[in-house]
């Protein structure tokens, strides 16, 4: 069984061996060390050239990724942890995700930045964070980020090789080892297709009939569905899972039509709460099916507060299994 | 005649913003100006030493200068300026964002340098021979960004030409108000080779470039040219605070007057007409191009 780790590391594969335009820059991403998280092992010894370890500087590894993108070339800029991410905030903002538009269409950035966000590993307050929410707002950037329902490897390879604008590629930590979910048994899957290339998956634990409710959510959080999904088919509960794989733009058309399936709704996310994807999506829906949910949305983050060490104290903060639970019995009930 | 040609292109320059200043006091401009008078000869002797048809160049938010050096566009850039759909970006960069073939300018300070070392890593990759310039000023040493970019660009040898122009000021701050030590030795921990010369003629600015730009592209190494210039005209538009006892013993230095020495009056007379009558034309023609955004052309 494949891991996500295994399918963005043969998406990556597959980008180099398919167009000698992809370059990867980031730090530590050399064999045999091959990146912090190893999604970039074997890359430099089969492509020698074309992997550059980098010195500790975020915004340049952006910045010359973004000079890169402009001449020709596919370059995929890898950030050790996305908490650094705020490093490589003017790039994103006023270079890489502006020339387009600002130089009148006349030029393309096809720039990949990969980074793994999140908590669960008792990093603590500046290595668990999940900061792509700052991002959501910048105009003509594509925010990306696989579920263990998705082909991670697939989306990278076509945020590489066929999208010729940024796209901030969010991973997540805990994802990585985990068997992507293949479906069969309980949990039903079913793919739709997105005009952007970035397809959004259905997770159901039904075969037939309307659900009770719908969680709408995507990256890390996906790690707690399955089971999830398993543990209410036993209660005879029926969720619909609705997992985007890009946050910005909105899958709207998707995400409204699982929504009002069960017209009940809860959004989860592992950013902060407040001002937050879920934010956007709640109020997009309310705009599109007022009148038409049986009861509020409800919407699950981490806590408004740093993101403490201590194991008890993150678990705290972080959206639970628990707490999902919870959420989506009240709102089936 | 390289003379003429120097001359031509300062002359244009200094022509095409004096009319702009006038443009905004008009009210014909949108947002800002930001003028090189008095730097014309840094962007015509360095653009002038490049191979425009491969090299790149990367400018700030002061950029006009190395705009018109390098394309000679003066309609596209006041149509830019003055909002037309028949400007370089369609209205939408405005002064400040400009782009045609291989030139760039954003008004980040500091952002755009490793944007330019990551082109001259692109062209170095293709093999293509092309070098990037990038421009800098006093202020610009002041972003974290650019000492990375130092940094990699020696590091993986870059062929980038780093262009500082130190007109002693950053907006209103003194350089010495915000800067400690020498901006013209940081580099040297780098290992990156640098020159740094007095600008009062703008043919000592292009043989230096000349020589840095050859050494550059045969041996694939990154160089830093600090031109110690002066700026005559405001940061902006009005908001000048120097005194004035200190600008006008620049105004006698102008490196424009330098140049004037060196031709008859009457090729000076013909060459200035000349870019009068352009600047002028362009402006018209700006006038009667389409407003960007607008759903109907207004008459001038």
């Given at each position: 069984m494949q891991t996500v780790l295994q399918s963005l590391n043969g998406g990556l594969k597959r980008c180099f061996a398919q167009d000698e335009r992809v370059v990867l820059l980031g730090e530590d991403v050399l064999d045999p060390y091959g990146g912090a998280f190893k999604v970039t092992a074997g890359l430099s010894d089969s492509y020698p050239g074309r992997v550059w370890t980098t010195p500790i500087s975020e915004a340049a590894i952006v910045g010359m990724a973004t000079g890169m993108a402009l001449r020709g070339l596919l370059p995929v800029a890898e950030i050790m942890f996305g908490d650094f991410i705020t490093l490589c905030a003017d790039q994103i903002v006023n270079h890489s995700a502006k020339f387009r538009g600002m130089y009148n269409d006349q030029v393309r950035v096809p720039l990949v930045v990969r980074t793994p966000m999140g908590g669960g590993r008792g990093y603590g307050p500046t290595h668990s964070q999940s900061l792509e929410k700052m991002f959501l707002g910048v105009p003509d950037l594509t925010v990306v980020a696989p579920s263990l329902a998705h082909d991670p490897g697939e989306l990278l390879s076509h945020a590489?090789?066929?999208?010729?604008?940024?796209?901030?590629?969010?991973?997540?930590?805990?994802?990585?080892?985990?068997p992507l979910l293949t479906g069969g048994g309980t949990v039903r899957i079913r793919r739709v297709s997105e005009a952007n290339g970035y397809d959004t998956v259905l997770l159901m634990n039904y075969a037939e009939g309307t659900p009770d409710v719908t969680l709408i959510?995507?990256?890390?959080?996906?790690?707690?569905?399955?089971?999830?999904?398993?543990?209410?088919?036993?209660?005879?509960?029926?969720?619909?899972?609705?997992?985007?794989?890009?946050?910005?733009?909105?899958?709207?058309?998707?995400?409204?039509?699982?929504a009002a399936?069960?017209?009940?709704?809860?959004?989860?996310?592992?950013?902060t709460e407040g001002f937050n994807w879920g934010s956007e999506v709640a109020s997009l829906?309310?705009?599109?099916?007022?009148?038409?949910?049986?009861?509020?949305?409800?919407?699950?983050?981490?806590?408004?507060?740093?993101?403490?060490a201590a194991r008890e104290m993150e678990a705290q903060a972080l959206v639970s299994a628990d707490a999902l639970r919870n959420a989506l019995l009240e709102a089936a009930a | 005649m390289i003379e003429e040609t120097f001359y031509k292109?300062?002359?244009?320059?200094?022509?095409?913003?004096?009319?702009?200043?006038?443009?905004?006091?008009e009210g014909h401009l949108n947002g800002t100006v930001h003028t090189c008078l008095g730097q014309e000869a840094c962007a015509v002797g360095v653009v002038n030493a490049l191979?425009?048809?491969?090299?790149?160049?990367?400018?700030?938010?002061?950029?006009?200068?190395?705009?018109?050096?390098?394309?000679?566009?003066v309609d596209g850039l006041i149509a830019e300026l003055m909002g037309r759909t028949t400007g370089v970006c369609g209205g939408i960069g405005g002064s400040q964002h400009l782009h045609e073939r291989n030139f760039y300018s954003n008004g980040i300070q500091g952002g755009i340098v490793p944007v330019a070392a990551g082109m001259a890593f692109a062209e170095k990759m293709k093999g293509s021979g092309a070098i990037a310039v990038v421009f800098l000023g006093d202020g610009t040493f002041g972003e974290g960004v650019v000492y990375e970019t130092f940094n990699l660009a020696s590091l993986w040898s870059l062929p980038v030409l780093f262009v500082a122009e130190l007109n002693g000021y950053a907006q209103s701050t003194p350089t010495a108000m915000e800067h400690a030590g020498d901006l013209e030795t940081r580099v040297d921990s780098f290992g990156i080779h640098t020159v740094a010369i007095e600008v009062n003629d703008v043919h000592c600015v292009h043989s230096t470039a000349r020589s840095l730009v050859e050494g550059i592209r045969e041996a694939s190494r990154p160089a830093l040219l600090c031109l110690r210039t002066y700026r005559l005209g405001p940061h902006s538009k009005g908001d000048d605070t120097r005194p004035a006892t200190e600008i006008e013993r620049y105004r006698t230095r102008d490196p424009l007057l330098q140049l004037e020495r060196e031709l008859p009056e009457s090729v000076r007379m013909a060459i200035r007409s000349e870019a009068e009558l352009r600047v002028a034309a362009s402006v018209a023609n700006a006038m009667d191009a389409p407003i960007a955004g607008a759903t109907r052309a207004v008459a001038a």
């Open positions: 590489v090789l066929e999208d010729e604008d940024p796209v901030l590629f969010i991973e997540h930590k805990l994802l990585y080892s985990m959510t995507y990256g890390g959080m996906s790690r707690l569905c399955a089971p999830l999904l398993e543990e209410l088919a036993e209660e005879e509960i029926r969720v619909l899972v609705a997992l985007p794989s890009s946050l910005k733009p909105l899958p709207l058309e998707t995400l409204a039509e699982a399936e069960s017209r009940r709704v809860v959004i989860a996310e592992e950013g829906l309310y705009d599109r099916l007022w009148g038409k949910l049986d009861r509020p949305i409800t919407r699950l983050a981490t806590a408004d507060s740093i993101l403490p | 292109q300062m002359i244009t320059i200094r022509t095409v913003e004096q009319r702009l200043l006038s443009l905004f006091s191979d425009r048809d491969r090299d790149i160049l990367f400018s700030n938010h002061r950029c006009h200068g190395h705009f018109l050096a390098y394309s000679d566009n």
